[in-house]
């Protein structure tokens, strides 16, 4: 599960994401674009909207990672997370996919 706060707003992505096995190495990779993500709305997962993901993304306060899978757990461990950038101009790296421009809801 990713949380993701900010503006006021918090946002989950990969709630009840299926069965998880102790011990075994997972490769998890999110898009940062509103499909996925849910709302709350008194602790049930409710599709964000646009809106709200735009919200959020304009101003992200916090990005949290569980990996932890149990309370019995013993040891949990986050590799290699990256996030993606872009600019508005050439840098001699990979073109980036699936940017566009925002204009932010105030």
């Known amino acids: 599960e990713v949380i993701m706060t900010g503006n006021g707003l918090t946002?989950?992505?990969g709630l009840g994401g299926g069965t998880r096995v102790s011990g075994k190495p997972e490769k998890n990779k999110i898009t940062l674009q509103e499909e996925g993500w849910f709302?709350?709305?008194s602790g049930v997962p409710v599709p964000a909207t646009r809106e709200e993901f735009m919200k959020v993304l304009s101003n992200i306060e916090?990005?949290?990672?569980?990996?932890?899978?149990?309370?019995?757990?013993?040891e949990a461990m986050i590799r290699k997370v990256m996030m993606d950038i872009?600019?508005?101009q050439m840098t001699g790296g990979p073109l980036a996919s699936g940017v566009e421009e925002?204009?932010?809801p105030e």
């Open 39 to 41: 709302v709350l709305n």
């Open 86 to 88: 872009s600019v508005p």
């Open 11 to 13: 946002l989950h992505y």
């Open 102 to 104: 925002c204009q932010c």
């Open 62 to 74: 916090a990005l949290l990672v569980r990996a932890t899978i149990s309370k019995e757990m013993e």
